[in-house]
């Protein structure tokens, strides 16, 4: 039987009046350098305003601007926590720390550039190994009563590959999804070069506010359900 490991016992219990109701992360994985202007980053801001005014707690990491190795092991391997956060450099113990104490809600944004999603996208992902080794080595549940969502950046003939990909390795840590998990903005967003998507992505992005937008309502409206305490809550999970 697995156990279930509560990460203090912020998931069960219910928030004061002066705390959000629900806690938003979100993640972004440009093909561009900090700074720059890239889709992955726009439209996550959008979906982040919108839980924002929600009521939402947020917070945002860049995992294009951090300094982390991919998983050198297999992932069997590997334990949780991670022993790579204690090297010299790394940077994804605070992103640890959100996604599995601290998040409700995760937004995942990826640019997606020959039908592959954005390199440290693939490489964050590598190093989540350790909280499915602790579910299906260790039998301890770290991912419990929360929901992920994913904005891809790139038309969809390329983009179907790595959607399938995220749904289900997410849902494997055990992440509930919203319906229709996915969003993105129009096929013509994503061109060949940066310097393309660059020029003209602030003229695309905002045909394609409604869609992050509504996706990040569902996300939270499920995590709503999921953190209510009481018999609805198994109900809820299979929303």
């Known amino acids: ?9 912020r998931l069960t219990e219910v928030r004061g009046s002066g705390e959000p109701l629900v806690r ?3 993640l972004s994985a440009g093909a561009t350098p900090p700074g720059q202007h890239s889709s992955a980053r726009l439209l996550l801001d959008l979906a982040l305003q919108a839980a924002e005014a929600s009521g939402a707690e947020i917070r945002r990491v860049d995992l294009t601007a951090l300094r982390f190795e991919g998983c050198p092991s297999n992932e069997r391997q590997c334990r949780w ?3 790579l956060t204690e090297g010299e450099g790394d940077e994804l113990g605070p992103v640890y720390d959100r996604l599995v104490d601290w998040a409700d809600v995760v937004v995942i944004s990826s640019v997606v550039d020959d039908g592959a999603l954005a390199e440290p996208l693939d490489r964050f992902m590598k190093r989540l190994g350790c909280i499915r080794h602790a579910l299906e080595v260790d039998q301890v549940q770290l991912i419990r009563n929360k929901v992920a969502s994913f904005l891809l950046c790139g038309p969809w003939k390329v983009a179907s590959g790595p959607a399938a990909e995220l749904v289900a390795f997410f849902a494997s840590l055990g992440f509930a999804l919203p319906p ?17 998507r660059s020029d003209r ?12 937008t509504a996706l990040v309502v569902r996300a939270i409206d499920l995590a709503s359900k999921l953190r209510a305490p009481g018999p609805s809550q198994a109900d809820a999970r299979l929303a």
């Open 180 to 196: 229709f998990p996915i969003a993105g903005p129009p096929p013509d967003s994503c061109f060949a070069s940066s310097a393309e």
């Open 201 to 212: 992505l602030l003229h695309v992005l905002p045909e394609s506010a409604d869609g992050a």
């Open 24 to 26: 938003v992360l979100g």
């Open 81 to 83: 926590p991670c022993l």
């Open 1 to 9: 039987m697995v156990k279930l490991h509560r990460v203090g016992d």
